[in-house]
T-cell receptor, first 113, second 114 residues
C-alpha cells in the first residue's frame, strides 16, 4: 500500500520569504506525484505534477517541486510567498498505471504580512 | 461546462436519512472519481468510473454507500441511513481518460449529519 507523509500540518511564513512544504511517499515503484492547493470552500486545484522526464517540475503561481527518487521525496517550494498563497496544500500520488489518488494529510500555509 | 460541478454544495441530514449527491463532470471526460474529505484531513478515494462502468469501489466505507453513472456522464453518490461519521466533504473529480493522472476537482458537497 502506498502512503504519503506531509511533514507539518501548519506552516507560517512571512510575505516574501521562501515557502517549503515537505512530502515523502512510500512505494516500491516510483509513482506519479502531484501537488494540489485548496482554498477555503473550494475544490482542489492542480499546482504541478511529475510523471516522467525532468525531475524538477514547474507549476502555476511560481511553485516548483523536485522529485528525488533516492529520498522518496517531492518537496514543494516557492521562492517568495505572497498573501494569496495562504491555503491548504496536498501532496498526492498515483501508482503508475493506476487511477486513484492517495493524498497526504495536508499542510495549511499562513502568510504573515 | 467550464468545470466539474456538484450539487448541493451543502447538505444537512438527520441521522438515518438517505442523501443523494450529484456530480456533473467536464464534458467529454471519460473517468470520474469520488473522494471523501473528513475535517482536517486529506481526501480519501471512494470509487472510480470509466464511462458507465464502475471499475473500482474499494474505498466505499460500507454497503450504505452506493454510486452510479448510468449514462457515462452525470454521477450520483447515495448514502443510505446516514450516520454522524458520514459528515465530510464529498469531492468529485473527472479526467479525460487519455491522461488519467490529471484529475479536475469540483467544489465538493459538505454533508453534515445531525
Amino acid at each position: 500500500a502506498q502512503s504519503v507523509t506531509q511533514l507539518g500540518s501548519h506552516v507560517s511564513v512571512s510575505e516574501g520569504a521562501l515557502v517549503l512544504l515537505r512530502c515523502n511517499y512510500s512505494s516500491s515503484v516510483p509513482p506519479y506525484l502531484f501537488w494540489y492547493v485548496q482554498y477555503p470552500n473550494q475544490g482542489l486545484q492542480l499546482l504541478l505534477k511529475y510523471t516522467t522526464g525532468a525531475t524538477l517540475v514547474k507549476g502555476i503561481n511560481g511553485f516548483e517541486a523536485e522529485f528525488k527518487k533516492s529520498e522518496t521525496s517531492f518537496h514543494l517550494t516557492k521562492p517568495s510567498a505572497h498573501m494569496s498563497d495562504a491555503a491548504e496544500y496536498f501532496c498526492a500520488v498515483i501508482k503508475a498505471a493506476g487511477n486513484k489518488l492517495t493524498f497526504g494529510g495536508g499542510t495549511r500555509v499562513l502568510v504573515k504580512p | 461546462g467550464a468545470g466539474v460541478s456538484q450539487s448541493p454544495r451543502y447538505k444537512v441530514a438527520k441521522r438515518g436519512q438517505d442523501v443523494a449527491l450529484r456530480c456533473d463532470p467536464i464534458s467529454g471526460h471519460v473517468s470520474l472519481f469520488w473522494y471523501q474529505q473528513a475535517l482536517g484531513q486529506g481526501p480519501e478515494f471512494l470509487t472510480y468510473f470509466q464511462n458507465e462502468a464502475q471499475l473500482d469501489k474499494s474505498g466505499l466505507p460500507s454497503d450504505r454507500f452506493f454510486a452510479e453513472r448510468p449514462e457515462g456522464s452525470v454521477s450520483t453518490l447515495k448514502i443510505q441511513r446516514t450516520q454522524q461519521e458520514d459528515s465530510a466533504v464529498y469531492l468529485c473529480a473527472s479526467s479525460l481518460g487519455r491522461d488519467p493522472y490529471e484529475q479536475y476537482f469540483g467544489p465538493g458537497t459538505r454533508l453534515t449529519v445531525t
